[in-house]
């Protein structure tokens, strides 16, 4: 395609996807099926253009308002992650002029909102969670996230999926803390594997491992993944289970649910019951009150863990959407524990990086179950099951994730156990 057409698909996608009124990973799906003779090579530089905006909305913004012609254009060429030369060789003299000056500014001299690029209410509560560490955690948010796999342990082992991906000239190192996790270089085209069509792997990040091996679900259990979605945790859990007992995945999306179908004829499993709920309050998950070995409950929240996928969603959140998140959160959990038989484990988890998602979510449970339920320590728990250097992953007693600290996403999780 040449190169000025591709810049004009890039303004085009930049404008639908800066209306925030979707999430911008649909948007760009939806904008790739609509023009499905792009090639591989444009679709990567149209999406990672996308997100290198929404990482650095504010400063490019701040630099754009020096040119002329439609705005989405000047963010597509200060952020562009296409091929530079084809590219410059269209622009107009009065742009590459444009584009030579602004590029040459020093943003360690722009204000520290153009350098963070976060809203405000966000910046200052990660500034007062965070203190020093606020900046590290900025500079690896302005990233793409590695590609993670999780092994599917019914199916091959760790060595040899990486042998298998060495072949296919794919480099991959195991994940550092995760025993079933491998990490890969770039992003090699892994659909097209027999790996993956035989449901040998999945993509999962690191983190998200972790939390489905804190569950710890056991050969010939009851469990249930609360808020299943697309089932990434679902089918670690039931490979972790070796496809026996029963395993439950609820979650109010049947089209998040319709999406586990593919996944879960790939992975060999049978133990797995997709059951789309109306509500936490739904009378099939009263049915199960007090007979359930191990609940996953994978709360809806934020997201903000996830920004170095998903850079929208810092835009797409706010102080209100926040507190109404924080209310069903509570309810979703006060829900599920209602389901765990005496002994059984209740792993509570967000992919956020704010306490008021997590710890002040957990504590609010503590102070309603009162004696029913223990809290136990993460460390231990994630050592038992394999997991190196556990004690950094949890040293207050309840796991915390950084992409910073971990190179995961942001993750919490804490664990009860029903006396």
């Known amino acids: 395609m040449h190169p000025n057409a591709l810049l004009d698909l890039a303004t085009e996608l930049l404008r639908s996807v800066l209306r925030f009124e979707q999430p911008a990973d649909a948007v760009v799906s939806a904008f790739f099926r609509r023009h499905r003779a792009l090639g591989a090579r444009e679709r990567h530089a149209l999406a990672e253009t996308t997100y290198a905006v929404l990482r650095e909305r504010l ?16 963010l597509a060429l200060l952020a562009w992650q296409g091929e530079r030369g084809a590219h410059d060789r269209v622009l107009a003299a009065n ?44 500079r690896a948010l302005q990233h793409s996230a590695p590609l993670d796999l999780r092994v599917n342990t019914l199916k091959a082992r760790r060595d040899e999926v990486r ?31 027999e790996l993956f069509a035989s449901g040998a792997i999945e993509v999962q990040d690191e983190g998200s491992q972790l939390l489905a091996l804190l569950t710890d679900a056991h050969r010939g ?90 850079p929208d969603l810092k835009w797409r959140q706010s102080p209100r959407s926040l507190a109404e998140l924080q209310a069903k959160q509570q309810a ?17 988890a967000t992919c956020s990086l704010l306490r008021a998602e997590n710890e002040d979510v957990s504590a609010g449970f503590d102070a309603q179950a009162g004696r029913e339920f223990e809290r136990l320590p993460v460390a231990p728990l994630l050592e038992a099951v394999g997991v190196a250097d556990a004690g ?28």
């Not at 599920?336 to 792993?347: D, E, T």
């Open 332 to 348: 979703i959990l006060a829900a599920a524990a209602r389901m765990l038989a005496p002994g059984g484990r209740l792993v509570y």
């Open 59 to 74: 400063v490019l913004q701040h630099l754009a308002q020096s040119g002329s012609g439609a705005l989405e254009r000047r």
């Open 163 to 193: 042998a298998a991906l060495a072949v296919a000239g794919i480099a991959a190192a195991p994940t550092p803390y995760s025993p079933w996790g491998l990490r890969v270089e770039g992003k090699p085209a892994l659909t097209r594997l």
């Open 95 to 138: 742009e590459r002029q444009w584009l030579a000056a602004v590029q040459a500014v020093d943003r360690a001299s722009l204000p520290e909102k153009l350098r963070h690029n976060l809203p405000d209410w966000l910046a200052a509560v990660l500034k007062a969670e965070l203190g020093d560490e606020f900046w590290p955690l900025v």
């Open 221 to 310: 259990e009851m469990v249930v993944d609360f808020c299943a979605g697309a089932g990434g945790k679902t089918l670690a859990l039931g490979a972790a289970m070796r496809n026996t007992g029963r395993l439950y995945a609820f979650d109010v999306s049947g089209h998040r649910l319709a999406a586990l179908g593919p996944r879960l004829a790939r992975s060999g499993l049978s133990n797995v019951y997709p059951v789309q709920i109306a509500h936490e309050r739904d009378e099939r998950v009263k049915r199960l009150a007090g007979k359930i070995q191990r609940v996953l409950v994978d709360a809806p929240c934020s997201g903000l863990g996830t920004l170095r996928r998903n």
């Open 392 to 419: 950094q992953l949890a040293p207050g007693g309840e796991l915390r994730l950084w992409p910073h600290r971990h190179r995961t996403d942001g993750f919490y999780a804490c664990v009860w156990r029903r006396r």
